[in-house]
């Protein structure tokens, strides 16, 4: 399982860094997206998978999956969503402004005006 | 068990919720603002004398002892540069009362600002490693907002592609925590670096210093990182260009102070060894920079990448000189650098300009401006008796006691080039024939002149005055050396 999720997270890795290389914006933020996807999977895969029952205290539990991975890709997750729409929006506005979403018009020239 | 510890933190917190609440009422959120500043330093200042006093402090959030919960830890370090935070805090709100406009402090100015410092604050005083990551993102996205706050064309093009950098070193910062976890079990700092001083670091780990090294060197800017860094920090305005060059890339300095004396300290022929010669390169990507460029903005912010290079360069050298002198220089830096940003403002102010080309004989109307900006110019090279000069003889003195040659030669030149680009500033800016109309009716020179003479005077006190200030630094350096302080602090054995 934990092989599996590996070739999954490698996959994503992938698709991210194609993505992020586009000079297109929107793929750009897409390729953020899967990457952070792809970071969360990792926490997860990294605390090891389906190690023993729910983290709940009783009698007849021997061993408890961690739940602390789980925790920390919650709060991840709140913050990549978070940066992700705010992203979203600050590229329309800049496609409004700019009248451009090519990474290639949007470089600094030497008066950087 | 100590509430003071989290107070710098809650009490920005508390103040942008409630400047939020009166956004519309300018007046009342200056006055907010900067009576919450001033609290803020006393706050800080007593969280010095405490962690004084007593040694480091620690808060179990929510009496979860660690390892089990988040710690917020105060150390040393931690709380001087949380009170130099707060210092250039006040400073740059000061200024921003004349300068940055009234339509942007409309729009949530204030309340952003203090969201910044909550998030500066907490990095410096957490003790838990993704507890770092998070004060990371909370710093950031309100350096989003001020990036971009005002919405003119330059900064939605450099804010796209800071936010991208970012939100890359993030998803890498995230990585890099699942990876250690996966090795260690643990997030908290003391445990992990009590786990790593039992299996005495092996490559595995090495590997994920340097991982966090890419995630910690893109925020400070070092060697092959740094090039989102001079176009993102040229946008916004003055104000914020200063709180970030001030602020920001020194939580990533900080972070590899943490990182690379508290936890991967084992390995330092491969790893401290990486850090020396990224510091080096640095400098000189720096130097280049700083010497090439005519516009005022452009020479100041390449000097903030020569200074990661130094205070880097002391770190790797790793022993007790040299991480005083990079702690010296360190505080030195925050604090000049947002002088010289404030008195370039209101150099570019009143020349209309930021081509040094375009301008001259500012001293001749303004010798106060010229005198101020010409001391900050000379401690910002090191010049004894100001502040630069202890935290640099003092990294000089560990590189030497280690053999470090090269590197001191590298250091000791790029003072040099240091000091011929501010006094490039100095020559073409403030001598020579004024140029015909200076915008002086617009300009409240004076008012935006004392925030930054507040700053230089305390970085002129403070390197006067550096044998008293030593007890703290080495109680900070101390702490570094001897990681079972910090241990032992925290987790309580």
Same mark, same amino acid.
């Given at each position: 399982?934990?092989?599996?999720?590996?070739?999954?997270?490698?996959?994503?890795?992938?698709?991210?860094?194609?993505?992020?290389?586009?000079?297109?914006?929107?793929?750009?933020?897409?390729?953020?997206?899967?990457?952070?996807?792809?970071?969360?999977?990792? =926490?997860?895969?990294?605390?090891?998978?389906?190690?023993?029952?729910?983290?709940?205290?009783?009698?007849?539990?021997?061993?408890?999956?961690?739940?602390?991975?789980?925790?920390?890709?919650?709060?991840?997750?709140?913050?990549?969503?978070?940066?992700?729409?705010?992203?979203?929006?600050?590229?329309?506005?800049?496609?409004?402004?700019?009248?451009?979403?090519?990474?290639?018009?949007?470089?600094?020239?030497?008066?950087?005006? | 068990?100590?509430?003071?510890?989290?107070?710098?933190?809650?009490?920005?917190?508390?103040?942008?919720?409630?400047?939020?609440?009166?956004?519309?009422?300018?007046?009342?959120?200056?006055?907010?603002?900067?009576?919450?500043?001033?609290?803020?330093?006393?706050?800080?200042?007593?969280?010095?004398?405490?962690?004084?006093?007593?040694?480091?402090?620690?808060?179990?959030?929510?009496?979860?002892?660690?390892?089990?919960?988040?710690?917020?830890?105060?150390?040393?370090?931690?709380?001087?540069?949380?009170?130099?935070?707060?210092?250039?805090?006040?400073?740059?709100?000061?200024?921003?009362?004349?300068?940055?406009?009234?339509?942007?402090?409309?729009?949530?100015?204030?309340?952003?600002?203090?969201?910044?410092?909550?998030?500066?604050?907490?990095?410096?005083?957490?003790?838990?490693?993704?507890?770092?990551?998070?004060?990371?993102?909370?710093?950031?996205?309100?350096?989003?907002?001020?990036?971009?706050?005002?919405?003119?064309?330059?900064?939605?093009?450099?804010?796209?592609?800071?936010?991208?950098?970012?939100?890359?070193?993030?998803?890498?910062?995230?990585?890099?925590?699942?990876?250690?976890?996966?090795?260690?079990?643990?997030?908290?700092?003391?445990?992990?670096?009590?786990?790593?001083?039992?299996?005495?670091?092996?490559?595995?780990?090495?590997?994920?210093?340097?991982?966090?090294?890419?995630?910690?060197?893109?925020?400070?800017?070092?060697?092959?990182?740094?090039?989102?860094?001079?176009?993102?920090?040229?946008?916004?305005?003055?104000?914020?260009?200063?709180?970030?060059?001030?602020?920001?890339?020194?939580?990533?300095?900080?972070?590899?102070?943490?990182?690379?004396?508290?936890?991967?300290?084992?390995?330092?022929?491969?790893?401290?060894?990486?850090?020396?010669?990224?510091?080096?390169?640095? =400098?000189?990507?720096?130097?280049?920079?700083?010497?090439?460029?005519?516009?005022?903005?452009?020479?100041?912010?390449?000097? =903030?990448?020569?200074?990661?290079?130094?205070?880097?360069?002391?770190?790797?050298?790793?022993?007790?000189?040299?991480?005083?002198?990079?702690?010296?220089?360190?505080?030195?830096?925050?604090?000049?650098?947002?002088?010289?940003?404030?008195?370039?403002?209101?150099?570019?102010?009143?020349?209309?300009?930021?081509?040094?080309?375009?301008?001259?004989?500012?001293?001749?109307?303004?010798?106060?401006?010229?005198?101020?900006?010409?001391?900050?110019?000379?401690?910002?090279?090191?010049?004894?008796?100001?502040?630069?000069?202890?935290?640099?003889?003092?990294?000089?003195?560990?590189?030497?006691?280690?053999?470090?040659?090269?590197?001191?030669?590298?250091?000791?030149?790029?003072?040099?080039?240091?000091?011929?680009?501010?006094?490039?500033?100095?020559?073409?800016?403030?001598?020579?024939?004024?140029?015909?109309?200076?915008?002086?009716?617009?300009?409240?020179?004076?008012?935006?002149?004392?925030?930054?003479?507040?700053?230089?005077?305390?970085?002129?006190?403070?390197?006067?005055?550096?044998?008293?200030?030593?007890?703290?630094?080495?109680?900070?350096?101390?702490?570094?050396?001897?990681?079972?302080?910090?241990?032992?602090?925290?987790?309580?054995?």
């Amino acid at each position: 399982m934990e092989l599996l999720m590996a070739i999954v997270i490698g996959i994503l890795f992938m698709c991210a860094t194609y993505l992020m290389l586009s000079k297109s914006m929107l793929r750009i933020i897409i390729g953020t997206g899967l990457l952070s996807h792809g970071a969360h999977l990792l =926490i997860l895969t990294m605390g090891g998978l389906k190690g023993g029952s729910v983290p709940l205290l009783s009698d007849e539990t021997a061993s408890y999956v961690d739940p602390l991975p789980q925790a920390l890709i919650l709060t991840a997750i709140v913050i990549s969503f978070g940066v992700t729409s705010f992203l979203l929006v600050l590229a329309y506005r800049s496609y409004q402004e700019l009248g451009t979403d090519d990474m290639e018009e949007m470089r600094g020239t030497e008066t950087n005006e | 068990m100590n509430n003071l510890t989290f107070l710098p933190v809650l009490w920005p917190l508390f103040t942008g919720i409630l400047l939020i609440f009166i956004a519309k009422r300018i007046k009342l959120q200056r006055w907010v603002s900067l009576f919450s500043s001033l609290i803020g330093i006393v706050l800080s200042m007593y969280l010095v004398f405490s962690v004084h006093s007593q040694g480091i402090l620690t808060l179990g959030v929510g009496s979860w002892e660690a390892p089990f919960g988040i710690v917020i830890v105060a150390d040393m370090l931690a709380s001087l540069l949380v009170l130099t935070t707060n210092i250039i805090g006040l400073a740059i709100l000061l200024y921003s009362f004349h300068s940055i406009g009234i339509e942007r402090e409309r729009h949530y100015y204030y309340p952003v600002f203090q969201f910044l410092l909550i998030g500066v604050n907490g990095a410096f005083l957490t003790g838990d490693l993704f507890n770092l990551f998070v004060f990371f993102e909370v710093m950031l996205m309100a350096s989003y907002v001020l990036l971009v706050l005002g919405g003119t064309k330059i900064q939605l093009r450099e804010s796209l592609k800071y936010i991208i950098v970012n939100v890359l070193s993030s998803s890498f910062f995230v990585i890099m925590v699942a990876y250690l976890y996966s090795v260690l079990g643990t997030l908290n700092m003391a445990q992990i670096s009590q786990r790593i001083a039992e299996v005495n670091q092996p490559a595995i780990l090495s590997v994920i210093a340097i991982g966090f090294l890419i995630v910690f060197g893109l925020k400070g800017a070092i060697f092959p990182l740094f090039q989102w860094l001079p176009g993102s920090y040229y946008a916004p305005p003055i104000p914020v260009m200063a709180l970030f060059g001030a602020l920001l890339t020194k939580v990533g300095i900080y972070s590899i102070f943490r990182t690379y004396t508290l936890m991967f300290y084992h390995d330092q022929g491969y790893t401290h060894t990486f850090l020396a010669w990224l510091a080096l390169l640095t =400098i000189l990507i720096g130097v280049i920079g700083a010497i090439a460029y005519w516009d005022i903005k452009k020479i100041i912010i390449y000097n =903030i990448i020569i200074a990661v290079g130094v205070i880097i360069f002391g770190i790797s050298v790793m022993n007790e000189q040299a991480l005083s002198g990079s702690i010296l220089y360190l505080i030195h830096d925050m604090l000049i650098k947002a002088a010289l940003f404030l008195l370039i403002g209101i150099m570019i102010k009143l020349c209309g300009s930021d081509d040094l080309r375009q301008m001259g004989g500012l001293i001749k109307q303004y010798p106060a401006l010229a005198w101020t900006f010409f001391i900050a110019a000379i401690s910002l090279a090191g010049i004894p008796p100001f502040s630069g000069f202890a935290g640099k003889l003092l990294i000089l003195q560990g590189a030497g006691e280690s053999g470090n040659f090269l590197g001191m030669a590298i250091v000791l030149l790029s003072s040099l080039m240091v000091l011929y680009s501010v006094m490039k500033i100095f020559m073409y800016g403030f001598w020579g024939t004024p140029k015909a109309g200076y915008r002086s009716a617009a300009v409240p020179v004076n008012k935006m002149l004392i925030p930054a003479v507040i700053l230089v005077a305390i970085s002129v006190l403070f390197g006067v005055a550096t044998e008293f200030m030593y007890p703290f630094i080495s109680q900070a350096v101390e702490t570094l050396l001897n990681p079972d302080i910090y241990i032992k602090a925290v987790l309580k054995e």
